[in-house]
């Protein structure tokens, strides 16, 4: 028997769902020019530490650690400036089931201030994604919570009306130099200039004036403390101000003290991480507030016992508030402080490019601003004379030095380290001549500071010498040095691997700290 009647038709609901494509490191992504155009799929640049400069569709944006940037299918990226030891760049599709346009993530015209957890979950998806073919929903499920974090956090931000002025900091913060005006600013984030006012106050705790005025007097005191002004109008006009008496009158207003005594008081110095502070305490300077590691709170009987880890005021430790109390005259740091303009507000911030430059010149800076230029060239005769000597006893012991691998090795991972990240690296490549494998140059350690590998790959990177930072035992590094892979090795066969005590010691680049490792590893290699 036919029915006539039509059966109602379920329509399929519109949702759009999503999947990753492709998953690259920042480095593996991007060519050697720094330029990628993302042509088929929508992305997002996940920044887990460090900082990132770079122009999207030719906009300049800063990122730094645990930022999150969507990007539109087509979007153009360029680097401009990196100094990220882990990032990541996920292509997504995204589609329906009822034939409906998609709906890809929100594009971002500003990075998104993401979360320890966003971090977490995109570090998470990367490993994943490296091991599909075993677990091929691992990364899916590890995208869809990535997904949906970032989905509460841009909603969140939406609910909290920052926008517009996340929008205007970070034009702020890009052109403080320039001339900037209310309207202007308010004009960018489509709001009366009245009501710019109000918020801006109220969020930031100051005028836009003021604010404006603090920026170019931070940056006037780095400038004094680095040593890089030629005089007063010069740096005048280089922040943004009409001459250098202008600049002394608002520099007065802001510290309280003109720039001349500024430059000659002894300065009141914040550290925040274990080398920096332990380079100040061997120019015998105390900082009102430092990081100071085991060893360095073994070696000097004035370190707090309290203070034990390194400081950051864009993590869980650390805060605005104790440095606002502590009123320091500069606080120094790595290189990614300076992008935390939150803290610049509040005091002149010296954040140096250790991947850039060795210790030496890094120890030499900090000496200019604690003012002990002379002990610092004094310290560093007594150690280039060691160097020397050493490397007379090396010629004789060991003739031509050959490769060199250091590892780091943890329980599941090893690392890899270059001349720029401590663990005796800048004293076995930079001082003893030992030559970095070609195969860690290759995978970009010289700007990365250090490379991760599975444990068990740790056998395809061959040197002539092998040094071992050492490390807890566990099962898995038992195993390591009795595969045929390692017992097959030339470094291992020749007895050419080192295995080096006092991890806490080689961590640093300080000289107290530098001067240990050179003694500790020519015993290891004359022995």
């Known amino acids: 028997m036919n029915n006539n009647k039509s059966r109602p038709i379920t329509r399929m609901?519109?949702?759009?769902?999503?999947?990753?494509?492709?998953?690259?490191?920042?480095?593996?992504?991007?060519?050697?020019?720094?330029?990628l155009t993302s042509r088929e799929h929508p992305s997002l640049l996940v920044v887990m530490d460090g900082s990132l400069r770079l122009r999207v569709n030719k906009l300049e944006q800063s990122l730094k650690g645990h930022s999150v940037l969507l990007c539109d299918k087509g979007?153009?990226?360029?680097?401009?400036?990196?100094?990220?030891?882990?990032?990541?760049?996920?292509?997504?599709?995204?589609?329906?089931?009822?034939?409906?346009a998609p709906r890809p993530l929100p594009n971002s015209i500003l990075p998104l201030a993401g979360s320890y957890r966003t971090a977490m979950l995109a570090l998470g998806l990367y490993t994943a994604w490296q091991s599909r073919s075993e677990q091929p929903f691992q990364a899916q499920r590890l995208f869809l919570e990535l997904i949906e974090q970032l989905l509460l956090e841009l909603e969140k931000a939406v609910c909290q009306g920052s926008d517009w002025l996340r929008s205007v900091l970070s034009h702020i913060h890009l052109h403080y130099r320039e001339e900037l005006t209310r309207e202007q600013l308010a004009a960018l984030g489509s709001i009366s200039p009245e009501h710019f006012s109000r918020t801006f106050h109220k969020q930031i705790g100051s005028?836009?004036?003021?604010?404006?005025?603090?920026?170019?007097?931070?940056?006037?005191?780095?400038?004094?403390?680095?040593?890089?002004?030629?005089?007063?109008?010069?740096?005048?006009?280089?922040?943004?101000?009409?001459?250098?008496y202008y600049l002394s009158r608002k520099f007065k207003q802001v510290v309280g003290i003109s720039p001349t005594t500024f430059l000659r008081k002894p300065k009141r110095i914040l550290s925040t991480n274990y080398n920096y502070t332990a380079m100040l305490l061997t120019l015998q300077t105390q900082p009102i507030l430092g990081a100071y590691s085991a060893f360095v709170q073994t070696?000097?009987?004035?370190?707090?016992?309290?203070?034990?880890?390194?400081?950051?005021?864009?993590?869980?430790?650390?805060?605005?508030?104790?440095?606002?109390?502590?009123?320091?005259?500069?606080?120094?740091?790595?290189?990614?402080?300076?992008?935390?303009?939150?803290?610049?507000?509040?005091?002149?911030?010296?954040?140096?490019?250790?991947?850039?430059?060795?210790?030496?010149?890094?120890?030499?800076?900090?000496?200019?601003?604690?003012?002990?230029?002379?002990q610092a060239e004094h310290l560093l005769e007594q150690y280039n004379l060691q160097v020397k000597l050493a490397n007379i006893q090396l010629d004789k012991a060991?003739?031509?030095?050959?490769?060199?691998?250091?590892?780091?090795?943890?329980?599941?991972?090893?690392?890899?380290?270059?001349?720029?990240?401590?663990?005796?690296?800048?004293?076995?490549?930079?001082?003893?001549?030992?030559?970095?494998?070609?195969?860690?140059?290759?995978?970009?350690?010289?700007?990365?500071?250090?490379?991760?590998?599975?444990?068990?790959?740790?056998?395809?990177?061959?040197?002539?010498?092998?040094?071992?930072l050492d490390s807890p035992y566990s099962p898995q590094t038992e195993r390591l040095f009795d595969l045929p892979d390692w017992l097959a090795m030339e470094a291992v066969k020749q007895h050419r691997v080192v295995i080096l005590k006092h991890a806490d010691l080689f961590y640093g680049f300080d000289p107290q700290s530098t001067l240990q490792q050179l003694k500790l590893l020519m015993a290891s290699f004359i022995s």
Not at 13 to 35: C, M, N, Q, W
Not at 352 to 369: K, N, S, T, V, Y
């Open 13 to 35: 609901p519109d949702y759009t769902y999503y999947f990753p494509v492709k998953i690259r490191s920042l480095l593996d992504a991007f060519s050697i020019e720094g330029h």
């Open 75 to 100: 979007s153009s990226l360029q680097i401009i400036e990196e100094q990220v030891q882990r990032a990541f760049l996920i292509e997504y599709s995204c589609t329906t089931l009822n034939h409906s």
């Open 207 to 244: 005028t836009f004036s003021s604010y404006m005025n603090t920026l170019r007097i931070r940056e006037v005191q780095q400038q004094l403390l680095t040593g890089n002004p030629s005089n007063l109008h010069d740096l005048a006009l280089k922040v943004g101000y009409k001459d250098g």
């Open 299 to 374: 070696q000097y009987s004035s370190t707090p016992n309290d203070q034990g880890q390194e400081l950051g005021w864009d993590g869980n430790y650390g805060s605005y508030e104790q440095v606002q109390t502590l009123m320091p005259d500069v606080v120094i740091g790595f290189e990614k402080l300076s992008e935390d303009m939150k803290l610049r507000s509040i005091a002149p911030v010296v954040a140096l490019p250790f991947m850039r430059l060795d210790w030496r010149e890094q120890f030499r800076q900090i000496a200019e601003i604690a003012g002990k230029q002379q």
């Open 398 to 468: 060991l003739g031509g030095r050959g490769s060199l691998i250091i590892w780091e090795i943890q329980e599941n991972t090893a690392y890899a380290f270059g001349n720029r990240y401590g663990r005796g690296g800048h004293v076995l490549y930079d001082d003893l001549g030992f030559e970095m494998p070609d195969l860690l140059i290759q995978k970009g350690i010289r700007t990365s500071g250090y490379i991760e590998v599975p444990l068990d790959e740790i056998c395809n990177y061959p040197a002539d010498y092998i040094v071992l």
